[in-house]
Every structure is written in C-alpha cells, then in structure tokens.
C-alpha cells in the first residue's frame, strides 16, 4: 500500500483500463462483421512491486515515523514564528463563533495539521478499540503528545485495511481528499516543508546499490530513488553515506 508501490499501481491501473478498452474495441469489431485485423491487445507491463508486512514495506514504516515526527517539529518551528497567533484553547472560543482576531495564515495551517491529526488518531483508536481520551483543543502539546501516541502505535496502524484520513493538505479551498496514512504524513511532511523553506534535494551520496551519484529526491515518496538501479534511499541513509564516505 505504500507510496513505494505508486508507479506500480498507476502502470497497473493503466493497463486494466486498456485492457477494458480493448474488450469494448473487440465487441465493436466483432459486430461490424470481423473483417481484417482484430484491434491490437494492450501490452501488459513489466511490474516490480515491493513487498512488506503485511500492507507496508520496512522503508514505508520508517518514511511515515520519519514524516509525523518531523510534521510536529515543523509544525512547531512555523507556529513559534513572530505574527503567527497561538492555536486556541478550549477556552478561547466560544462555541460557534470564529476566534477574535484573525489567524495568519502559517497559524491556519498550524490548526489545519493539528485537527486533521487528532481525527486521524480518534479513528485509529476507535479501529483499535482502544479507550482514548483525545485531549481538546489544539495546542502544541496537544499536537505532539498526538504525534507521539501514532507512532508508539504505527506498527499495528500502518496493518489496518482501508485507514485514511481526510485531508486539506493540498488544498484548503477544495473539498478534503482522502489520503493513507503514509501518504497523509508525506504530504503535510512537504508542505510544511515548503513554508519553512526546508526543502531536501540535492545529495551527493553515492547509492548502496550500485556506486553512483544518481540519488534524486522524489518529494510524494520521502525518500531518494537511484536513476540509475532505482533503488529507494531514505534521507537518514543518504546523510550517512555522506558522513561514511567523508570519514
Ligand atoms: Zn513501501
Ligand atoms: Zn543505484
């Protein structure tokens, strides 16, 4: 299920659509008298797909830790900026109105993260049947404590079947989409990234599997992929390529 298995599944999906199309193709030449040719069958793509346990692979595990916990700390860095105004209390709002004074638009973002992570983790505890008391309010503590609770617990989330979340990470204005978990982390892991102005590209580790300098960050996997044996590269690895080699 993870986001290592994308190109997979869009390669895969492609090929059912053609293939449906063609079926459709066959029926039309068939009643059109079958002169000549028959429409020509999509050729089935060649497909490597990662297998884990038991929905996600080792690499997706450490990608979705790696993204939440880095969710919390950009969230906090961007909350802490001068001009943001503090997430509210339960005591700050009165019911059914908007809070006084308007939230920047970093802070909107900050509440955004946090309400969809709360959500996330009332549903997984709810799948779980597990007795939590999700705290109100969406404060920093709030945030972090929540961050804490997913990942103590990701190992048997990340093998729950169907689990998303609902999600304006790409687009406030738009309805929410919804997105798995770690897809769900990558995404606010890029955007966050983005206004912090922390963004991972460049690296000059060789790749563990064949020697080269081809490591490309793709920003939808959270990890570097070898153009040249694609072989998928977390960042932490990357770093201590650098760091074995500089050594
Ligand atoms: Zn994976
Ligand atoms: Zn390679």
Redesign the pocket.
């Given at each position: 299920?993870?986001?290592?298995?994308r190109h997979a599944r869009a390669a895969w999906s492609a090929f059912l659509a053609a293939r449906e199309a063609h079926a459709d193709a066959v029926d039309r030449w068939v009643a059109d008298g079958a002169r000549g040719e028959p429409p020509p069958e999509p050729p089935m793509p060649v497909l490597q797909w990662?297998p884990?346990e038991p929905l996600?692979?080792?690499?997706?595990?450490e990608?979705c830790r790696r993204a939440l916990l880095l969710v919390d700390e950009l969230a906090a860095s961007l909350a802490a900026r001068p001009g943001v105004v503090k997430a509210q209390t339960r005591w700050s709002r009165v019911k059914g109105t908007r809070p006084h004074g308007s939230m920047s638009g970093e802070g909107d973002v900050v509440h955004t993260v946090t309400g969809e992570l709360l959500r996330l983790r009332r549903e997984v505890a709810r799948r779980l049947k597990l007795a939590d008391q999700v705290p109100a309010g969406r404060s920093g503590v709030v945030r972090s404590r929540s961050v804490t609770w997913l990942v103590d617990k990701l190992d048997v989330l990340l093998a729950l079947d169907g689990l998303t979340v609902l999600s304006s990470v790409e687009d406030e204005e738009r309805a929410p989409v919804e997105l798995g978990p770690?897809d769900w982390a990558l995404a606010w892991e890029s955007r966050l990234r983005r206004l912090v102005d922390d963004e991972p590209g460049q690296t000059h580790a060789r790749c563990p599997g064949c020697g080269l300098r081809e490591l490309e960050w793709q920003p939808r996997a959270g990890y570097y992929v070898c153009g040249n044996c694609s072989r998928?590269v977390g960042e932490a690895e990357a770093m201590e390529a650098v760091t074995q080699e500089a050594g």
């Open positions: 299920m993870g986001p290592c298995n990662r884990g996600h692979c080792g690499l997706c595990r990608t770690v998928h």
